[in-house]
């Protein structure tokens, strides 16, 4: 047994495009690992090729586990999965004191500080490790994490973190990881949506999209769009990162609502977050965030 699997048991739901990978790595790392995901396919298709255990039940994943980690759409799925409802018991039914909810999922900074007070009182620590990187860091370990929490809380989760992260970043305390990823996500889709508007002016001027992605990313108009979404997955037609257009206008709009909450003018924020909203209700939901490409063609 490694080193890792005696320091923490970890029990992971939401086993989504992202979980799987970051499940996945920590099962190779030697963590002793319990999977649960309300698609029962999807946990036993993971535990059928990897050293982990299926849990039968949000309890059964809460038991034992000092670590509980949830990548899950939104705060309102988290707070699900920990009370539980009418389909059976939470998580925190069967977990115990001192143990460690690490929610990596994208939900809202002051529900985040909120629920780490309402489970303190069952003596679970609530953390917040949101991620950046897209599918494809988080195959190769080379996520970028943004942690909320204490120093302490760190350093006990930093180990399974770096499973799944090639940085970890402590951006301050609880609801603070949630913060960052709203308010990087909300950077990253303004540029995502500057860029579309220009390769498509361009285009109509007659310069080749191809030749523009390559001057802009010499230029000082490089961005993540430009170096790693146009030519992949616009120009190419994949429409295929592995991040919805829904959860990136629902991060733009976490972004602008917290902004407004702290008294701070947003105003290129509302404009972005009503092209990203626009966007979200005319397509499907599985619908890729570069196909803004294709949706804001003149």
Partial sequence: MSAASSASKVAFVGLGTMGTPMATRIARAGFPLTVFDLRREAADALAATLDCRRAASLADAGEGADLVITMLPTSREVEAVLFGG??????????????????????????????????????????????????????????????????????????????????????????????????????????????????????????????????????TGRNNTTEHKVESFMLSGSFASGFFLRLMSKDVRTAISLAHELGVPARLGEVCAGIWGEAAERSPANADHTEMYRLLQP
């Avoid at 970028?144 to 204490?150: D, E």
């Fill in 86 to 219: 009418e389909g059976g018991a939470g998580l925190l039914s069967q977990m115990t004191p001192g143990s460690v909810v690490i929610d990596m999922s994208s939900s809202d900074p002051l529900r985040t500080r909120a629920l780490a007070t309402r489970i303190a009182d069952a003596g679970v620590t609530l953390v917040d490790a949101p991620v950046s990187g897209a599918v494809r860091r988080a195959r190769d370990g080379s996520l970028a994490i943004m942690f909320g929490g204490s120093a302490e809380d760190l350093e006990r989760c930093r180990p399974v973190l770096s499973c799944m992260g090639s940085a970890v970043f402590h951006v301050g305390a609880t609801g603070a990881g949630h913060a960052m990823k709203a308010l990087n996500n909300y950077v990253s889709a303004a540029g995502l949506v500057a860029t579309v508007e220009a390769l498509h002016a361009g285009e109509r001027f007659g310069i080749d999209p191809h030749v523009m992605t390559q001057v802009l990313n010499a230029s």
